[in-house]
């Protein structure tokens, strides 16, 4: 019994990996059950012994893919060191998103690019999924403001939109083997906490604010 459910966990994973793969692609009215099939090397009937219908699919599909990121997120700060800067967190939390995102590619970007396109009543129960990743999100970032790791005259959530927006679509353009995800991180926080203007570039601003004024 337990080699039967070990079998029917690897096709369904199967089945799931080709959805995820052929929803990026194709978005969702171009895919069928059958291209699903196709992908995953295997007939289509097999697929209604692990979904019912192409919605039930699409909707895993959309689950796994907010889910692991969000869980990988809130696991990065639950397991930060209790005398960890906020710098620390944010860099840690930064890492855990693009790690996991960049790991499930096809997943993660289904769940973003296609999300317009999914019927009402399933982007219904989608949107409580995206609000609590972006609530954590706003902790994470709210913390550090209060601490005083983040400038007070920011407004965190374009911080937050920004930064988001960023990172997912990182899994558009990241070729693998060509910069390491852990580069990408510093890189990322290096931007976001330090900025890109030299301190002779912020002095040029200032005299040339002056100047119009």
């Known amino acids: 019994m337990a080699t039967e459910q070990s079998k029917s966990d690897i096709s369904r994973t199967r089945i799931l990996d080709a959805a995820a793969k052929t929803f990026r692609q194709k978005g969702y009215a171009a895919t069928t ?38 869980e990988a997120v809130e696991e990065s700060q639950e397991n930060m060191p209790a005398g960890a800067s906020q710098r620390e967190r944010i860099r840690a939390a930064v890492d855990a998103h693009l790690t996991t995102l960049l790991k499930h590619g096809d997943y993660t970007s ?17 949107i409580p999924k995206r609000d609590a990743f972006s609530a954590l999100w706003r902790r994470i970032l709210g913390r550090a403001q209060k601490a005083g790791a983040l400038r007070n005259d920011v407004n965190l959530s374009m911080v937050r939109l920004l930064l988001l927006g960023a990172l997912n679509w990182s899994v558009e353009w990241h070729k693998p083997g060509k910069t390491s995800i852990h580069a990408m991180t510093e890189h990322v926080c290096l931007m976001l906490l330090d900025g890109i203007s030299t301190e002779e570039g912020i002095r040029g601003a200032e005299v040339e604010r002056e100047e119009v004024a």
């Open 33 to 70: 059950l059958n291209e699903i099939a196709k992908v995953a090397d295997m007939q289509a009937g097999s697929l209604y012994y692990h979904f019912n219908s192409k919605d039930e699919l699409l909707e895993e599909v959309l689950d796994i893919g907010i889910n692991r990121v969000h």
């Open 110 to 126: 289904a769940s973003i690019s296609i999300f317009a396109q999914i019927p009402e009543e399933i982007r219904q129960r989608q």
